[in-house]
């Protein structure tokens, strides 16, 4: 049994004077007996004297009609609720003990919560005993028999069904009808579900539609659908997502539509509907300037800025001109992604720079060329191999140095995260091996290897809280540090790095008390994201780790940082300003580090 009461201020007629306007009777509620918290819920979000109690009634007719409602409404909540059989048994007004009070009494029966039976399905034309066996396996995904009848999970059922028979190859199925058989004696809800499924069908081609630069060819290399194939909504899903992902279109649609003429199907089944797809697309602009602003009192001001055309030959190439320009480097690069490069999830990247460095640790000059073939082996994994060539002066505490490099980067990547630009959860994992040779001031060769693994997880103990943790090792195989150039060496230190020391102020140091690199490397880093609003977030951190000349971390004379950032959480991604200092400085370094960018330091 359920009580609700809702007392209401109550006031005497007033014969003496009549006005056009009534005070307004108030409302307060309250809940008695031992209910169910969902239904209680779901009452207190439904009934009219809930939801209505701040918009008071100014007579006791309009209080009635109120009451009259929320009793209609009661009656529907419970059944949707699975309560078939329950009952609003009666409504009084009666004194309530506090004087000009009344109060409003609902008392409602909910009895037995019914169960769901299994379902009948009644399919139009269709005799295939292996489609009733997936819609069936379909139908225990949604809601099980002996599970309480609730609504909701009832009328998720059609839908999921239709969704499964276009998979099959039925695109125009559409719900005929759909009841819920109540039996009161034995308490069970029958869903009754009939289904015109309209013909089966095969994909004999494509019509394109909207193009004005992106070539129909390059639209059928993405659909990636054999002639004759039987229809499958998810082929048709995974198209959309390729078309999505070139970022070349602004509106996209994809409808099957019966074809013209009805050739003999080749697949051995005659009787399939031939069917195309119709697909519908306006192109989004193809051309983008970006830039991106930072500041870190170890670095230095930063700008860079890109030009980028989406669609340079028609088939989706991105031709990218990029520039930076920083206090302690300065470039120009120029990348051609060749997107789908021989077939579908492999991209190949030529690429073509020139760069100055000017750090306390070295000054280059370097020229690069490069090849990158990469992969999308899985929705997670990714795997890319190429070749790069460089041609570099390199000074330091040794001296002026010419070298010729040649490098096979080779890279594995996983990414099980929920965004790119701000993830809350799950985790990504970097690792590049890259043999290098080169000639000039000396002849090398070497291997340099690189793991990076960064973990996100949301806390429960508050809203928007997401504790994040970076962890890099690295290591270097075949040369002494003194044979290596400078530009090649590990360095720590700094906003991508370990926060609170200069840029690469971490490690080894010459005779000058310049930053010298190592071969080795081990850097950790434990951040809190607590969002204070939907737009302000705090963020906590500890940094430590150290550079080594050793071929292996020696996980020793760690330097640890830490301090407090701020988030301003944008659209696109988060403003990141962070305020750091060394827990165990050495001589020489600053008490505070501050960084500012665009977007998490990790």
């Not at 409302?27 to 009219?48: C, R």
Request: glycine share 10%; hydrophobic share 40%; charged share 20%.
């Amino acid at each position: 049994m359920i009580c609700i009461e809702i007392g209401q201020a109550q006031t005497p007629p007033d014969t003496s004077a009549r006005t056009t306007s009534q005070p307004a009777l108030k409302y307060v509620t309250k809940i008695d007996g031992a209910s169910p918290k969902a239904l209680i819920k779901a009452l207190e979000a439904a009934l009219p004297l809930y939801t209505q109690r701040k918009d008071p009634v100014s007579t006791r007719a309009a209080l009635r009609s109120r009451m009259d409602a929320s009793i209609e409404i009661a009656r529907e909540v419970l059944k949707s609720q699975g309560y078939y059989a329950g009952r609003v048994l009666g409504r009084t007004i009666a004194s309530a003990d506090e004087p000009g009070t009344a109060q409003v009494l609902l008392s409602i029966n909910a009895e037995k919560r019914y169960e769901f039976a299994p379902m009948t399905l009644r399919l139009k034309a269709i005799e295939d005993a292996s489609v009733y066996e997936a819609l069936t396996a379909t139908a225990q995904e949604v809601y099980s028999t002996g599970e309480p009848a609730i609504a909701s999970a009832g009328l998720n059922l059609a839908p999921a069904l239709l969704v499964r028979l276009r998979e099959l190859g039925y695109p125009f199925a559409k719900l005929s009808k759909q009841t819920f058989r109540v039996d009161h004696a034995t308490q069970l809800v029958r869903p009754v579900i009939d289904i015109d499924t309209g013909e089966k069908s095969r994909i004999v081609g494509l019509s394109v539609s909207g193009l004005s630069t992106v070539e129909e060819e390059y639209i059928e290399l993405l659909a990636s659908i054999e002639p004759n194939s039987v229809y499958d909504q998810r082929t048709v899903g995974g198209f959309r997502d390729r078309l999505i992902a070139t970022g070349l279109f602004s509106g996209i649609s994809i409808r099957p539509q019966p074809a013209a003429s009805q050739e003999p199907s080749a697949l051995g089944e005659p009787d399939l509907q031939e069917v195309i797809l119709a697909v519908e697309l306006s192109e989004a602009k193809l051309r983008q300037i970006s830039a991106q602003f930072g500041f870190s009192t170890d670095q230095g001001f930063s700008l860079e800025s890109a030009w980028t055309h989406r669609n340079f030959f028609g088939q989706g190439e991105i031709l990218t001109v990029r520039g930076r320009f920083a206090q302690l480097e300065q470039g120009v690069t120029t990348e051609l992604a060749l997107p789908n490069f021989k077939r579908l999830d492999q991209i190949l990247t030529i690429g073509l720079g020139v760069a100055r460095e000017d750090t306390d640790a070295f000054n280059t000059l370097r020229t690069t060329a490069s090849t990158i073939l990469e992969r999308q082996l899985t929705r997670r994994w990714a795997v890319s191999g190429g070749g790069r060539l460089e041609a570099q002066r390199v000074e330091d505490d040794l001296g002026r140095r010419t070298f010729y490099l040649g490098a096979i980067p080779l890279l594995g990547r996983y990414d099980g995260t929920d965004d790119i630009f701000d993830p809350q959860d799950g985790v990504r994992l970097n690792i590049q091996v890259t043999p290098e040779a080169g000639f000039g001031d000396a002849t090398l060769f070497f291997v340099s290897n690189d793991v990076l693994l960064r973990g996100y997880k949301s806390l429960n103990i508050a809203k928007g809280t997401v504790l994040a943790v970076r962890a890099r090792f690295g290591t270097i195989l075949g040369e002494d540090t003194q044979t290596l150039p400078a530009n090649r060496r590990f360095y720590s230190g700094g906003g991508g790095s370990i926060r609170g020391y200069g840029f690469q102020n971490v490690g080894p140091i010459d005779d000058d008390g310049d930053p010298f690199g190592g071969r080795s490397l081990i850097e950790m880093g434990f951040e809190a994201r607590v969002k204070v609003t939907d737009t302000i977030g705090v963020v906590p951190f500890l940094d430590f780790g150290n550079v080594y000349q050793s071929t292996l971390p020696k996980f020793s004379g760690l330097q640890y940082g830490a301090g407090l950032g701020v988030r301003y959480h944008t659209d696109f991604a988060p403003i990141r300003f962070d305020i750091g200092t060394p827990l165990n400085p050495r001589a020489g370094d600053d008490r505070i580090q501050v960084y500012i960018s665009v977007g998490q330091s990790f």
